[in-house]
């Protein structure tokens, strides 16, 4: 058979196909329902997409309300708890058939069409090389069309590629190319498309309430599923036999009250163990935060051991007390090594420190631009004249560093504040009376921050 001939068949073939096989788009609801199948072969619905998050499936999950617009749960389970060949096989089955019934029939017939209008220019092309590139492009689009499209009409595109190789064999030979040439496209088996099941009833929804609670692994999921359980039996009323209603009424109450009880004792415990390892850790007694650190497995033990996050969050607590106490252990020990260096530094620089003391009145008129008297300053000039000097040669420990530069600092400012201020009576500028205002304020915190480190200096290190 001639090219042009088997062109014009192909051509024939595909709208064959799309007379034969098309069929109006049934309305579909937007959201596709998925069903995650569970191990135990029961099943829960997923109210559109699921994802798998490290090791949990997350999903939402109808839980009352009409079926075009349900109330939505969503939902953690552990991934060990899920079949994943049956749920991954009915996923892709609920894609293809939301795919077909929307928007896929669409999709084919543009597909087709499109094919149909590069086969007729293959036809009637007179370039034999641009005519195999176009027939060689059209198989490809063809071949990858299925894998992109839900498998969709796969085997519609499969008769039609074999056709178009035909074509092709043709447009080679009569091109002048005799090489061979294979074109392999991987068809896997079909696996056949799941049937759909139906809109999960109240009944339903109700039974897989209970399900999933039992599988959730964080507490205030399962109470907050028990607790949509129970408004699912009041919207069900009458519609289930009342003395299950009030079997499966009881059964969720009882399972909210014995997890609330256990709540209350596991924050009893966390409160109590705590309270005592920060009171440990306060003084120090490294031994008694460990032991009570080796208690919380056994405290846990006699509860059930129910609340894992409860326990690692608590052990995560006291151990960070347990590190204190170590701290504040070795800062206690260093201390008593400078406690010494301490009180000698105290008794060396102890005049010169009350002697600021005691300026503090002047130092704050200054300050405040009210004073003192110019006899004041010229007393104070010479109680102060040198003191800095004298202190910046004593020798000092490096840990004690920081703070005899703080008490020069303090000293130097004294100084300057008195001074200027001297100044700035004799001058009658303001300017300058401003300057010893800011050279007194910085004497006054100095001082006040060396009073402090002297006392902390001289106390046992406690935990902030």
């Known amino acids: 058979m001639n090219f042009i001939r088997m062109s014009s068949l192909i051509a024939w073939l595909v709208v064959l196909l799309l007379l034969t096989n098309s069929a109006a788009a049934s309305a579909a609801s937007d959201a596709t329902l998925f069903r995650i199948f569970l191990r135990d072969g029961s099943t829960v619905v997923s109210y559109g997409e699921f994802a798998r998050v490290g090791d949990d499936v997350v999903f939402s999950m109808p839980v009352g309300g009409p079926a ?50 590069v086969l007729n220019d293959i036809a009637l ?36 590629v074999s056709l178009l190789d035909e074509a092709i064999s043709d447009l080679r030979a009569s091109a002048g190319l005799n090489d061979f040439a294979v074109s392999l496209v991987a068809t896997p088996a079909e696996a056949g498309v799941m049937p759909l099941l139906g809109t999960p009833t109240l009944r339903d929804q109700i039974d897989q309430t209970f399900r999933v609670a039992a599988l959730t692994g964080r507490v205030p999921d399962r109470v907050a599923l028990l607790q949509e359980a129970l408004a699912l039996l009041n919207e069900a009323g009458s519609s289930i036999p009342k003395d299950e209603s009030q079997r499966l009424r009881q059964f969720a109450q009882n399972q909210i009250r014995a997890e609330t009880f256990l709540d209350k004792r ?34 846990d033990a006699k509860l059930g051991g129910r609340r894992p996050d409860v326990i690692q969050a608590l052990n995560a607590s006291i151990q960070i007390q ?6 504040l252990r070795l800062m206690r020990d260093q201390w008593i090594v400078r406690r010494a260096s301490f009180r000698e530094y105290q008794r060396a620089v102890g005049a010169d420190l009350l002697q600021l003391v005691k300026i503090q009145p002047t130092l704050e008129a ?29 020798t000092v420990p490096d840990h004690l560093r920081a703070t005899h530069e703080l008490l020069v600092g303090a000293w130097r400012f ?25 050279s007194a304020a910085a004497a006054l915190l100095m001082v006040d921050r060396v009073q402090r480190d002297i006392r902390a200096l001289l106390d046992p290190p406690r935990l902030q």
Do not use: C, M
């Not at 939902?75 to 896929?104: C, E, F, H, K, N």
């Not at 008195?418 to 100044?423: F, K, N």
């Open 125 to 160: 092309s007179n370039d034999k090389l641009a005519a195999l590139n176009s027939a060689q492009q059209a198989r490809r689009t063809l071949a990858d069309w299925p894998a992109a499209h839900y498998g969709y009409r796969e085997r519609d595109v499969r008769e039609v």
């Open 266 to 299: 596991y924050a009893t415990l966390s409160r109590r163990l705590v309270e005592s390892a920060a009171s440990a850790a306060g003084e120090a007694r490294i031994a008694d935060v460990q032991r009570i650190l080796n208690q919380v497995s056994k405290e």
């Open 68 to 117: 075009d617009d349900p109330r939505l749960h969503v939902v953690s389970l552990p991934t060990s708890a899920i079949d994943w060949s049956r749920t991954d096989r009915y996923a892709a089955s609920a894609r293809y058939q939301q795919y077909a019934q929307t928007r896929g029939e669409n999709d084919f017939q543009l597909l087709s069409s499109d094919i149909a209008r």
């Open 322 to 327: 347990l590190e204190n106490a170590r701290h």
């Open 414 to 438: 004294a100084e300057t504040a008195v001074d200027t201020r001297y100044d700035a009576v004799s001058s009658g500028n303001v300017s300058i009376a401003w300057q010893a205002s800011s």
């Open 366 to 394: 200054i300050r405040r631009l009210d004073g003192p008297v110019p006899s004041t300053l010229v007393r104070l000039r010479g109680r102060l004249d040198g003191g800095a000097d004298r202190l910046g040669h004593l």
